[in-house]
């Protein structure tokens, strides 16, 4: 038996330092409830629509340093967020250093890696470019990573294993928000994981705004892949407000668990 907290934490866009200092406090309330698992939402450190921000490299590292904090928090306990993680040497076709939008799996000090994976971190690979999300323009994404290195999506997507200190071993399969809203996608990341690996838990993390209907839409899809797959998963997004440069988007949360048929309890 395994006790997961889910951290539906309010993030603030462009402000690194207060997010995770509310993420510190949701660490210390999860240890004291002796919980084996937290998991907080998609790029819970520097927020998601920040626009231009995305280019200034200090911003990016201290973002980069923020994360490591939270990463030394993880002692006894794993810490799952979303962060971006940069890799300094290889640019992007702007001649910007090289960003992903990332999991961040720590547990006692160290960074957990997916198995096949030559990155600490696990990389979205569905990125959105449509209506309110511009990822593509400021993150490169786990599809372009595997071309970049002749090989497939498939050779570097596979699950997280936390082993912990008491010898409990827990397999999971990290997914960022549009990775498991694939329904337009040639490549499914979350349905090829749950038909190559046996896991324990699929973890969605996401930054995902409100819309009317989209809750219901979200539980619909979500619950059919996992109905499909038999597999349980928790589903973490953020509240708060944030600002992409045109409009004002509203963020409702709604962090979830569900059954293996699919079924959900709302948190």
Not at 115 to 123: E, G, K, L, N, V
Not at 124 to 144: A, G, V
Not at 209 to 216: H, I, R, S
């Amino acid at each position: 038996m395994f006790k997961i907290a889910l951290a539906q934490t309010r993030v603030y866009p462009g402000n690194p330092r207060q997010n995770a200092a509310v993420m510190k406090e949701f660490i210390a309330k999860a240890k004291a409830a002796r919980c084996d698992i937290v998991v907080f939402p998609e790029l819970a450190i520097p927020g998601y629509f920040i626009g231009d921000i995305w280019d200034q490299p200090d911003y990016i590292d201290e973002c980069v340093r923020f994360g490591e904090e939270i990463r030394d928090l993880s002692q006894g306990m794993a810490i799952i967020f979303g962060n971006v993680a940069k890799e300094t040497d290889r640019v992007n076709l702007d001649g910007r250093t090289r960003k992903y939008n990332a999991m961040f799996i720590a547990y006692n000090g160290h960074w957990l890696s997916p198995a096949r994976s030559p990155y600490p971190f696990y990389i979205k690979t569905l990125l959105p470019n449509y209506r309110e999300f511009s990822d593509i323009r400021y993150f490169t994404s786990l599809i372009e990573v595997a071309q970049e290195r002749h090989a497939f999506p498939e050779d570097f997507l596979s699950p997280v294993q936390i082993s912990f200190d008491d010898g409990r071993k827990f397999r999971i399969g990290p997914l960022i928000c549009e990775d498991s809203w694939d329904e337009n996608y040639p490549f499914k990341p979350m349905h090829y994981l749950g038909k190559m690996y046996d896991i324990d838990l699929f973890v969605n993390i996401s930054n995902s705004p409100f819309t009317l209907g989209k809750t219901q839409r979200r539980h619909r899809l979500f619950g059919q892949a996992i109905d499909k797959i038999h597999c349980p998963a928790v589903y973490v997004n953020c509240t708060g407000i944030q600002n992409n440069g045109k409009n004002i988007y509203t963020f409702d949360g709604a962090s979830s668990t569900y059954q293996k048929d699919g079924s959900h309890h709302s948190a």
